[in-house]
């Protein structure tokens, strides 16, 4: 402590330029463009100051509130998909299975992909017509699952939300794998002498120690799929008639293809809000949780 | 160590500053020394004293769109032709070319000349002030001003100024048919909405597509097929009358109706099932491939039916308009089209550059760019322009006379606001797909008319 306040000096010039860059380029165009959130403004004449209009307009716009919806789906399902899959994953790979390291580096090829690169993909591969998957199925004689994957408003939102899942559980797969490693084996030893079986070695041992890795990945996965826009945009664009729209490509929608500079400032505001407001819940969750311990 | 590095780090900067201020005279001399020669052969007097003038030029003719080679072969004449111009040409593709535009201009950074859409973008820019008008232009050559169609100039016309010429004109509703499948069904081209009901369901009955179509990016339901659906049933003044809010509303009957065919013809199954996940250009194949019976584009598409229809399908590709409908108050003659887009002025430029812009905009206009239209395929903007029927595609001459039938009415997409488009466009997408109703979509673009 006496360190740090013998160089504050040193450690206010050392950070400046960091600090500068940051407040320029990031925090003044954040504030900047909460201002335009009570203006009405199409990017080309002057903007009109109307106050509260634009968030009178989005708490009743029905649009807004269904893209709410779908990004709370996408969350809820990135929560009971991602993080499951990549737990049961890392576990498979953790034990002395031959081959581990060849499947550890396939199985994380999704998320090393561009999003742009997994969307145009999935689209191919989900093509009504000429996809992948859809061939497999009739060849298969399941010509009744064959079905227009991302046109059918009905069930465009779950191909989304799976490819969503299938790009990013190998993240939540590795930061499982790094703190399965990191669990001692002299008690797993123990319990191996007490006579535990591996069901209740995971759920007395490995599970409890996992907890807070699990919470950590919980507001990842929150706070990745609040902001989610690439996937949805490249593969449908919030089509069709607005069945995929979430709040990020609506927000961009509503500014850079109808040009309401402040109506889409207001959104922007209002997922602000929003996702800080789940972060801050789930943040006090967390901490609940540590210390009951 | 420190000293020196940043010693240097101010040696390299003064270098770059000096070659910033000697960059400048160097060029302006260097260049009439480089291309006398050319200009004593190509040009009288205009250019005696030829000024290096500098633009930024952005335009969407690119890639797939039908003007891209057209505006490459016209560019590199106009720059052979006028040498002492020098153009920082943007080619951006037609889908990122608005948003691009439009953040340039909220960031008040537009480039000098750029293309912008008839109608309602225009009106948007020339009422913001971003705009320089062409009036003196126009006042200056009577000759080539008189040789538009009144709508090449008009669409770019508010309130008195003129902002650009149209390059050519875009029709949007050609329904392309193959005639060989209405013979074999023993079908004549509909003459009314009730005979288009029976195409369709003789087609669905047999497994024929009636129409192909792709709808993915929402305005191809719109612009090709919606607007002279709705054009048939409200007649052409009532949307005027509706956005000037002058007695009439999208809520009112007929446009209610438009709306109720166009989900009955789809609900008949007028469109191929997956329309809505191929886009405009993927649903060509269903024609080309002989299974759909017909197909509503715009005349963009043309170049690509005369390159890619197989030789015996194009024998028996035919061009006609949408019936007129019983009981509605269109003319059943008239079909959608606009003046196609245009080069504009920023209106910070310079009296040079302006002059410069404005030659550039005479060029890809003029009689000589019209005929170059023709060999391109694109719908000219002139009104006598001949076509040399040896050398042009049957496609394309089926295609002028077509036009020269039926008198253009305006399109939903240029008549309306991005916000109304947006509606529109969405709304019809709900209707096709079943998730809305023509009353809540009527409602919705009525609520946004401003």
Known sequence: MELISRNRKYIFIGLFPAVALYIIFVIYPIVRSFFYGFYEWNGLGEPIYIGLKNFQDILKDNIFWLSFKNNIFVVVASILGQIPLGLFLAIVLNSKLKGAGFFRSVLFIPMILSTVVVGLLWSTLLNYQMGVVNYILQSLGLEKLALDWLGNPDIAMYTVCAVIIWQFFSLYMIIFLAALQNIPNDILEAANIDGANELRKFFSITLPMLWPTVMTAVVLCISGSMRSFDLVYVMTQGGPANATELMATYMYNKTFSVYKYGYGSAVSLVIFVISFGLILISQSLMRKKNSDR | ?450
């Open chain 2, 1 to 450: 160590m420190k000293k020196q590095i940043i010693c240097a780090i101010l040696a390299i900067s003064l270098l770059f500053a000096f070659a910033g201020c000697s960059g400048k005279p160097a060029s302006q001399e260097n260049t009439p020394s480089q291309t006398p020669s050319r200009e004593e052969t190509t040009t009288p007097a205009a250019q005696a004293v030829p000024e290096k003038v500098k633009f930024s030029l952005w335009h969407s003719y690119v890639g797939t769109d039908q003007r891209a080679p057209f505006m490459e072969a016209r560019m590199s004449q106009f720059r052979e032709q006028y040498p002492n111009y020098e153009i920082d040409e943007q080619k951006i593709p037609r889908d990122q070319y608005q948003t691009k535009l439009k953040t340039q201009a909220a960031a008040g950074q537009l480039p000098d000349a750029f293309v912008v859409w008839p109608n309602a973008m225009t009106i948007e820019f020339a009422t913001s002030n971003l705009l320089a008008d062409i009036n003196d232009l126009l006042e200056r050559n009577p000759e080539w001003r008189d040789g538009f169609v009144s709508r090449a100039l008009d669409e770019f016309t508010v309130d008195g100024k003129t902002y650009s010429a149209g390059l050519g004109v875009s029709v949007t509703s050609i329904v392309f048919y193959n005639k060989a499948l209405f013979d074999k069904y023993n079908l004549s081209y509909p003459q009314s909405y009730e005979e288009l009901k029976n195409v369709i369901t003789t087609f669905v009955k047999n497994g024929v597509i009636p129409i192909a179509h792709g709808n993915k990016p929402k305005w191809p339901a719109q612009s090709t097929i919606f607007s002279l659906m709705a054009n048939r049933e409200t007649g052409s003044e009532w949307l005027d009358n509706v956005l000037a809010k002058n007695g009439a509303q999208f809520t009112d009957p007929e446009f209610i109706r438009a709306l109720e065919k166009f989900e009955e013809i789809t609900k008949l199954g007028a469109f191929n099932k997956d329309f809505i996940s191929l886009d405009n250009v993927q649903m060509r194949d269903y024609f080309y491939k002989g299974q759909a019976a017909m197909m509503i584009d715009g005349s963009w598409a043309v170049p690509d039916v005369i390159a890619k229809a197989p030789e015996d399908l194009k024998a028996n590709i035919e061009l006609d308009i949408l019936p007129g409908f019983e009981g509605g108050k269109g003319d059943p003659n008239v079909m959608s089209g606009v003046s196609a887009t245009g080069i504009a002025i920023n209106k910070k430029v310079s009296p040079q550059q302006k002059a410069a812009i404005e030659d550039l905009i005479v060029f890809l206009t003029n009689s000589e760019a019209q005929q170059m239209y023709a060999e391109y395929n694109i719908p000219v903007s002139y009104k006598n322009v001949t076509i040399d029927k040896s050398k042009a595609d049957p496609i394309y001459i089926k295609l002028t006379e077509l036009i020269s039938k039926h008198p253009l009415v305006t399109v939903y997409d240029s008549a309306l606001n991005s916000e109304l488009t947006e509606i529109v466009n969405n709304g019809i997408q709900g209707i096709m797909v079943g998730k809305q109703t023509p009353e809540e979509v009527a409602k919705q673009l009525q609520a946004a008319v401003k």
